[in-house]
C-alpha cells in the first residue's frame, strides 16, 4: 500500500488519502513533471492471486485505461494515465474538486426532477461520446457522477470499471444498498460483457437514485414512487431486456422535456467598448470536503461578489489600471475601500486581499473572512482546461436554485479579461437553513458576486460574499480585489 509523500515511477507523488473504495486507495496527488494535481487511483489486487492472474488482471486495467485515456469531453473527467510500482497499477486521472452525486443525496436528500434530469443528460452525453469512441464505461453509479466545484458535472472513472465485476475482487465488501453491483445492468451482473445497453440502465439506475434516494429493485418494480416527468425514460432505461431499452436519443430527448431551459445566452456587445454589467446572478456554492473531495454547494464559504472591473495590478496601495475584463459601476462616494495586502499561494497564483482580514485554508480554497464573519472572499484554483465560465456558471445558478428561499439575478454574463475566457455571476439569495459552519443566518438577505477565470492551464474561481445589507460599503473593495488577482 502506498504512503504519503511516496513518487510513483518517478513522476507522481502521493500526497494524502482521499478515501477508501472497493478496489483501493483514491490518493490527491501531483505530477511532478507537469507540475499540476491529480487524482490517483491505487489498485489494490487480491492478495491471494497467482502471478499469472495478477499479471492477467494488471494488463487488462491497463488495456482499459489507455482506451479510456483518448476520450476528451466537457463531462468526462480526463484519465491522464496507466503505471505500476511494486507490483501495483496506479492509474492517474483529472483531480476534480467535487461532491460526488452519491453524497449528494445522502447528505441533502433526492434531488428536484428538474436539477436530476440536468444531471443525467451531462452523464449521457459523456457516455454517448465515448460509446461513438468504442469505449465502454461499465461502471456508470452515483459514486462516479461528479459534481464540480465550477457547476460542471462530470462523469468519472473510464477506465477502471473491472473491480465491479470481476471475480478477483469478489470479497471486497459492498456498501450497502449503494455498492457498485447495485448499478450494474442484470445481464452485467449475471457476468455479460460491457456494452452500450448497459451502461444505459446504469444510468437509469443512477437517475433513480437521484430523484428517490434510493437505487432500483432488480428487477424493477413499480415506478410510481418516482416523478411523473421521469417516468417514461426510468422505464425505458431501466428495461430488464437490453433490445427493450431506448436508445440515447430518446433518453436524451424524454429527459430534456424534464430538464429547465438552457439559460439565456447574454446579449454581446461592440468589442471595443466596455461592458456595463449591471446584476450579478444569485446562488451560493461553498466549498467543503466530502468523502476527500471538495464541494461548491448553497450557503456558504464563499465571498461575496460584487464587482466591476479587473485591471493589471502593480501592488495593492496604487491605483486601479485601465479596466479589461470590464464593469466599472461607480461605488457609493461614501464608502471607503479597505485597505489591502497581498497573499502569494504555493500554486502560483496572487491575490490582493482585505488587512485584518481572517484567512481560512481549505483542502482546495482559500477564504478571507471579516472580523465580524459577515463578509468572505474565497479563491479556488485547479488545474481544469477548457472550461466555458459562463456554461460553468448557467450550470451552478441552476444548482443553487432549489436551496435558496429566495433568488434574484443581478448579472450573469461573459466578460473580455487580460488572462483569458470570463464570466461574471452576482444575485442576491436568502438561504433556507442557517449554517453556522458557513456562517450564514436563517431569514438574512446575501449578496454575492463570483468570476471564473479560464487559462490555458487552470480555472480560477473568485468568490465575495456580504450580508446583502452591508454589500454598498464592501463594493469598491471587491472592484479592487478582483482587478488585483493574477492567476499562476
Not at 463531462?75 to 452525486?101: K, M, N, Q
Amino acid at each position: 500500500m502506498g504512503t504519503a509523500g511516496q513518487l510513483i515511477v518517478g513522476r507522481y507523488r502521493l500526497v494524502r488519502a482521499l478515501g477508501h473504495g472497493r478496489a483501493g486507495l483514491v490518493w490527491e496527488g501531483r505530477d511532478t513533471l507537469l507540475d499540476r494535481p491529480v487524482a490517483i487511483r491505487e489498485i489494490l489486487l487480491p492478495p491471494d492471486l497467482g502471478e499469472t492472474a495478477r499479471l492477467r488482471l494488471v494488463q487488462r486495467i491497463s488495456r482499459d485505461v489507455r482506451q479510456a485515456e483518448r476520450l476528451r469531453h466537457p463531462h468526462i473527467a480526463a484519465v491522464h494515465d496507466v503505471a505500476e510500482e511494486d507490483d501495483t497499477p496506479y492509474v492517474v486521472t483529472e483531480l476534480v474538486p467535487s461532491r460526488s452525486l452519491d453524497g449528494v443525496v445522502s447528505g441533502e436528500g433526492p434531488l428536484p426532477p428538474a436539477d436530476a434530469a440536468r444531471i443525467a443528460r451531462a452523464v449521457l452525453s459523456a457516455l454517448a461520446h465515448a460509446h461513438a469512441d468504442g469505449v465502454r464505461h461499465g461502471d456508470v453509479r452515483p459514486a462516479n457522477v461528479l459534481l464540480a466545484h465550477d457547476g460542471r458535472v462530470l462523469l468519472a472513472d473510464f477506465g477502471v470499471s473491472i473491480p465491479a465485476t470481476d471475480p478477483a475482487f469478489a470479497r471486497a465488501p459492498e456498501t450497502g444498498d449503494r455498492g457498485p453491483r447495485t448499478y450494474l445492468a442484470p445481464e452485467r451482473a449475471a457476468g455479460g460483457p460491457r456494452t452500450v445497453a448497459a451502461d444505459l440502465w446504469s444510468l437509469g439506475a443512477t437517475l433513480h437514485l437521484a430523484v428517490t434516494g434510493r437505487p432500483p429493485s432488480v428487477p424493477p418494480g413499480s415506478l410510481e414512487e418516482t416523478p411523473e416527468e421521469l417516468r417514461a425514460v426510468l422505464t425505458g432505461l431501466l428495461a430488464r431486456e437490453p433490445r427493450r431499452r431506448i436508445d440515447a436519443e430518446t433518453a436524451d430527448r424524454l429527459l430534456a422535456e424534464a430538464g429547465p431551459p438552457a439559460p439565456a445566452r447574454p446579449v454581446r456587445r461592440g468589442s471595443g467598448r466596455r461592458r456595463l454589467l449591471t446584476g450579478l446572478a444569485a446562488g451560493v456554492l461553498v466549498a467543503c470536503a466530502v468523502g476527500g473531495w471538495a464541494v461548491l454547494r448553497p450557503g456558504g464559504d464563499e465571498s461575496r461578489a460584487g464587482t466591476r472591473a479587473v485591471a493589471s495590478p502593480a501592488s495593492p496601495a496604487s491605483p486601479p489600471a485601465a479596466a479589461s475584463a470590464s464593469a466599472a459601476v461607480s461605488p457609493p462616494a461614501s464608502a471607503r475601500r479597505l485597505k489591502l495586502k497581498w497573499h502569494t499561494s504555493d500554486a502560483g497564483w496572487r491575490a490582493g486581499v482585505p488587512r485584518g482580514w481572517t484567512r481560512e485554508e481549505g483542502p482546495y480554497s482559500t477564504s478571507w473572512r471579516s472580523r465580524d464573519s459577515a463578509a468572505a472572499f474565497t479563491v479556488e484554483v485547479t488545474a481544469q482546461r477548457g472550461t466555458d465560465p459562463l456554461a460553468a456558471l448557467g450550470e451552478a445558478e441552476e444548482i443553487l436554485r432549489p436551496s435558496a428561499k429566495t433568488y434574484r439575478r443581478l448579472r450573469l454574463e461573459a466578460v473580455t479579461g487580460e488572462h483569458g475566457p470570463a464570466a461574471d455571476w452576482e444575485f442576491t439569495w436568502t438561504p433556507r437553513k442557517a449554517s453556522a459552519r458557513d456562517h450564514l443566518a436563517k431569514g438574512v438577505e446575501y449578496h454575492q458576486y463570483r468570476r471564473v477565470i479560464s487559462t490555458g492551464t487552470t480555472t480560477s474561481v473568485l468568490t465575495w460574499t456580504t450580508p446583502a445589507a452591508g454589500w454598498d460599503a464592501l463594493e469598491p473593495t471587491l472592484v479592487r480585489v478582483l482587478s488585483l488577482f493574477r492567476p499562476a
